[in-house]
């Protein structure tokens, strides 16, 4: 909780959300072993948590390209940036709030 201005902290925020209403998306490209790698800890982690999840191909989208092919794989929850390059699960559960 922020003194000043008596507003909950983002992360305090995100933390009580219900992991099921979240959404991950994983940015990668084909052939990219660590998006492999951030795809099994994510489906894994997802899977206990009842968070969705989605994948985009940077190779598909020129503005993903832009954004985040030096960082693949890049990870987003609820669409802001949460890791890139390797995934801690449970990092990630904690993000969801589980």
Avoid: N
Wanted: a negative charge; glycine letters at 6%; hydrophobic letters at 40%.
């Amino acid at each position: 909780m922020d003194a000043m201005f008596g507003r909950a902290k983002k992360k305090d925020a995100a933390a009580r959300k219900d992991p099921a209403s979240r959404t991950v998306t994983l940015i990668g490209k084909p052939g990219c072993h660590l998006c492999d790698d951030a795809r099994a800890v994510i489906e894994a982690v997802c899977a206990e948590t009842g968070a969705s999840w989605e994948e985009k191909d940077i190779t598909l989208d020129e503005e993903l390209h832009r954004a985040y092919w030096e960082q693949i794989p890049v990870v987003l929850v609820d669409g802001e940036q949460h890791t890139f390059w390797r995934v801690d699960a449970d990092r990630l559960r904690r993000e969801l709030g589980a």
